[in-house]
């Protein structure tokens, strides 16, 4: 039980030593990822609003002729 126990203890240590190497971004860092990521999602929402907008468009003429 007391080698559980130790192992748990080393874990929390090594766990503990690992995150204090962690640093966090600056305000400028943030901002410019939070930019980057809502100017991506936005190009991907258009490129598959549009595709999905002309995907459903040809199968509709396809699905009527028929």
């Given at each position: 039980m007391k080698a559980a126990i130790q192992k748990t203890q080393n874990?929390?240590?090594?766990?503990?030593?690992?995150?204090?190497?962690?640093t966090r971004p600056s305000y400028?860092?943030?901002?410019?990822s939070t930019v980057i990521i809502?100017?991506?999602m936005s190009v991907?929402?258009?490129f598959i609003?549009?595709?999905?907008f002309v995907?459903?468009?040809?199968?509709s003429l396809?699905?009527?002729k028929s």
């Amino acid at each position: 039980m007391k080698a559980a126990i130790q192992k748990t203890q080393n874990f929390f240590n090594e766990v503990w030593q690992e995150f204090s190497k962690c640093t966090r971004p600056s305000y400028d860092e943030l901002k410019e990822s939070t930019v980057i990521i809502v100017v991506t999602m936005s190009v991907l929402g258009g490129f598959i609003f549009g595709a999905d907008f002309v995907i459903s468009r040809l199968l509709s003429l396809v699905l009527t002729k028929s």
